[in-house]
């Protein structure tokens, strides 16, 4: 075994950027190329106005760690304070807003990509002072009546995206700033001098080379200060100076400049703020960094509170783990009630692909629908499958000489659970052209119709690890899918 030596690697510093360009490189091709995809991914579903929506809940679900942190996140009084259940990514989009939704995505995904790095106390305590920052930034928003206040919180929650960011991959570089900090160095003049920049530069460069957009990069811009801007600023100096107690003598000096900019009194402010750390501690967990927790100033009433989180490293108010069909239950209720008010119907179908890939387990999920001469069945959905840039889509013959398994089932009609044994009668079906573009696996499919003419189908397999399929995951894959076809009736209109 090739023991690597850590103390040669420390020594050597000759293949470090020198140049806030080459640090921004280094940090999103050599330390971050997953997340940079991601946010690339995420801001390119934005940007495409009609399928957003769809495209951003599929990038979400092809993560299960995503998925699951923000559906806890959607499930909190912060962020759902009548605290409608929320089951699926695409009813947390439609109940909280898309562009909620994507910023706490990009979130999420910063915060889990540098925790896998070096978890080291002084990234945790920029997580920390960056989580701390947002909630109070958005409640101070709030409080002036600002619109989008959560716009607000996602700005703030980046000030120091170019801190975390350096100090979660870098360290040999950290520890000279931090040794000239220990002799007296101001912070930012000792990031100067041993990088040439300053780490908010760096933030700067990130923000705009990950286009993230909106709010978060014109704060980094130096424009002209407005009311949203200000409390950014605000919200960012009270997580600040919170950090050296909440009896200092500089935060009450900044809790009388507050109460002037708020019009509410400074003693009002503290307990407001205080309400915000304790806020702030509990969200940490949900953001994946409950190990951050301990560094957010908390009072003396959640210090406790914020130690045992560290400690288990469980999300504060964790969400009830409902068994699968429960889960299952919870999204059918869902689709029903999009169903049955004023629906999109893509919107259902997508909560059905939801379902399917995420309580059910499938690995791969298919929805196709056929060609208008009905010749052919085409890919409309698919999550499983590999996110390749050009990736075609499938297609397969709707015609029976002869039959495949696509085609059989929307001839019958019928809903087939299909193995491909050759002493199963439908092995048949698995021809050359079906296992070249889907493969030969043990499978559910379903046909979607209308006015018994068939439109299109599901298809769902666990084509990754081979996993046996169960009867529950039959019972639960013709429920689902039953819920395309009521929809389709109710809609009276091809998808």
Request: proline share 6%; glycine share 6%.
């Amino acid at each position: 075994m090739n023991i690597p030596d850590h103390a040669a690697e420390k020594r050597d510093t000759s293949s470090l950027p020198t140049t806030l360009e080459g640090w921004c490189e280094r940090l999103q091709e050599r330390e971050m190329p997953i997340f940079s995809r991601t946010v690339q991914r995420l801001q390119g579903a934005m940007e495409d106005g009609r399928s957003s929506v769809l495209t951003v809940a599929r990038i979400v679900l092809e993560d299960p760690s995503l998925t699951a942190k923000l559906l806890k996140l959607g499930n909190t009084a912060y962020y759902n304070p009548r605290r409608q259940p929320l089951s699926t990514i695409s009813r947390a989009i439609v109940m909280i807003g898309l562009n909620v939704i994507h910023d706490l995505a990009v979130a999420c995904a910063f915060i889990e990509t540098v925790i896998k790095g070096r978890s080291k106390p002084k990234v945790l305590k920029e997580i920390a002072r960056a989580l701390h920052s947002a909630v109070q930034a958005k409640a101070l928003a709030s409080l002036v009546g600002e619109r989008e206040p959560e716009e607000v919180f996602i700005a703030a929650l980046m000030q120091n995206i170019g801190h975390i960011a350096f100090w979660g991959f870098e360290q040999n570089k950290g520890e000279e700033i931090l040794a000239l900090v220990e002799n007296g160095e101001p912070e930012d003049k000792a990031e100067k001098q041993v990088l040439g920049f300053r780490l908010r530069q760096l933030g700067a460069s990130l923000a705009r080379n990950w286009k993230l957009g909106g709010l978060t990069e014109e704060s980094f811009s130096g424009s002209p200060p407005t009311r949203r801007m200000e409390a950014i600023r605000l919200g960012c100096e009270m997580a600040r100076l919170a950090e050296a107690g909440w009896n200092a003598p500089q935060l009450a000096a900044y809790l009388e400049k507050l109460a002037q900019w708020s019009g509410r009194p400074a003693q009002e402010m503290l307990a407001r703020a205080q309400d915000n750390a304790t806020i702030a501690i509990r969200l940490a967990g949900h953001f994946g960094a409950s190990e951050a927790a301990p560094y957010i100033p908390a009072p003396s009433k959640t210090s406790a509170a914020a130690a045992e989180l560290a400690e288990s490293k469980q999300p504060a108010e964790e969400i009830d783990e409902h068994p699968a069909r429960a889960v299952q239950q919870l999204i059918v209720d869902d689709i029903s009630k999009l169903i049955l008010g004023q629906f999109d119907l893509n919107l259902v179908l997508e909560s059905i692909i939801e379902g399917l890939y995420r309580v059910l387990h499938m690995e791969r999920v298919l929805f196709a629908l056929l060609t208008p001469d009905r010749l052919t069945i085409r890919e409309k959905t698919a999550l499983g499958w590999p996110a390749i840039d050009g990736r075609e889509p499938i297609t397969l013959p709707a015609t029976t000489t002869p039959h495949n398994l696509f085609s059989f089932v929307l001839e019958r009609n019928q809903t087939v659970w299909a193995v491909p044994d050759a002493r199963s009668p439908l092995a048949s079906l698995y021809t050359q052209t079906f296992k070249s573009r889907i493969g030969s696996h043990e499978c559910f499919v379903a046909p979607i119709g209308l006015h018994n003419k068939t439109l299109g189908l599901f298809y769902v397999d666990r084509a990754l690890s081979h996993t046996p399929m169960t009867r529950e995951q039959f019972d639960g894959f013709r429920q689902l899918t039953q819920q395309a076809n009521i929809a389709l009736k109710l809609s009276q209109s091809p998808v």
